[in-house]
C-alpha cells in the first residue's frame, strides 16, 4: 500500500483508494489542479476505485455547499459514481453494522457480508436518478430515501465504490476477499496467507498504549484530576 500525491507517484496501482478528507471540496480542487483526478478517471475503466466518506463524497456527480461548512457553493464531482452530496452544518457520528447489499464488479463477493464500523461526516449524499453529462442544475435529483440502505455503492458499469463506513476492512473475511479478488484478476493464486483482525490489532495497540502510561505516569493524581472534573 501507497500513499500517493502526484501523478508520478499514482504509477499504475491494482486499487486506487481515495480515503476520507477534513475540506472534500478544497481536496478535490487539489487532485484537479495536481493531475490526479484526470489520472483517476482515466484508469477508472481498468482499474477498481473506492472512496470512503469523503472521497465517496468526490466521486460523485456535485458536491453542494449551501451553508458554507467549507468553501460554500458548489462543485462538480469526479462523476464516477451515481450520486450528489449536500454538505451540512450538524456531523453525524454513530457506530454502523449490517448486511452489503448485492454489490457489481469485481468485488460483488463482498454482496451478503456482515459489517461493522463507524460513520463521522458532514453532509447527506443522494442516489440520482440518471446522471447528466453535465452536473448543473440537478436540484431535486436526489432521491435519499434510495441511499439510506447502501452500505457501499457501486456503479453498474465500472469497479468503483464508495461507501460512508470506516472500518470496513478491519475485519479479515472482507480483507481477505478484496485482496484474492485482485489476484485473482492479475492471475495470482493466493494460498495460506494471514490475514489478521485489524481491529483486534488495534485494541493490542491500544493496551500497551494503556500499560506505558500507568508505568510512567501517576495514574493515581490523574484519576483524582477525573473525578473532579465536570462537564458543562
Not at 491494482?14 to 476520507?20: E, K, S, T, V
Not at 456527480?61 to 450520486?83: A, F, T
Request: aromatic share 8%; net charge negative; glycine share 10%.
Amino acid at each position: 500500500m501507497r500513499y500517493v500525491t502526484s501523478v508520478n507517484e499514482l504509477q499504475h496501482p491494482d486499487l486506487i483508494f481515495l480515503p476520507g478528507s477534513k475540506n472534500t471540496m478544497g481536496d478535490l480542487k487539489w487532485m484537479r489542479q495536481n493531475g490526479l483526478e484526470a489520472a483517476i478517471k482515466k484508469f477508472a475503466g481498468d482499474i477498481p476505485v473506492f472512496g470512503i466518506c469523503g472521497g465517496y463524497q468526490m466521486l460523485g456527480y456535485l458536491i453542494e455547499d449551501p451553508d458554507n461548512v467549507e468553501e460554500g457553493g458548489s462543485i462538480r464531482g469526479m462523476e464516477l459514481l451515481p450520486v450528489r452530496t449536500v454538505l451540512q452544518k450538524k456531523m453525524k457520528r454513530c457506530q454502523v453494522e449490517g448486511v452489503i447489499e448485492k454489490l457489481d464488479g469485481i468485488f460483488s463477493m463482498l454482496s451478503g457480508c456482515a459489517y461493522k464500523g463507524y460513520e463521522i461526516h458532514m453532509g447527506q449524499t443522494m442516489l440520482m436518478e440518471a446522471c447528466p453529462e453535465n452536473a448543473d442544475g440537478m436540484d431535486g435529483a436526489g432521491d435519499s430515501s434510495r441511499i439510506k440502505d447502501y452500505v457501499i455503492i457501486s456503479d453498474h458499469n465500472k469497479n468503483i465504490y464508495g461507501s460512508y463506513v470506516h472500518g470496513l476492512f478491519d475485519h479479515e473475511s472482507m480483507a481477505n476477499s478484496v485482496v484474492q479478488a485482485l489476484a485473482k484478476r492479475k492471475g495470482i493464486e493466493i494460498e495460506g496467507g494471514v490475514f489478521e483482525n485489524y481491529q483486534a490489532y488495534k485494541e493490542k495497540q491500544y493496551d500497551k498504549l494503556a500499560d506505558m502510561l500507568r508505568k510512567y505516569l501517576n495514574m493515581e493524581v490523574i484519576y483524582g484530576i477525573l473525578k473532579e472534573a465536570h462537564l458543562e
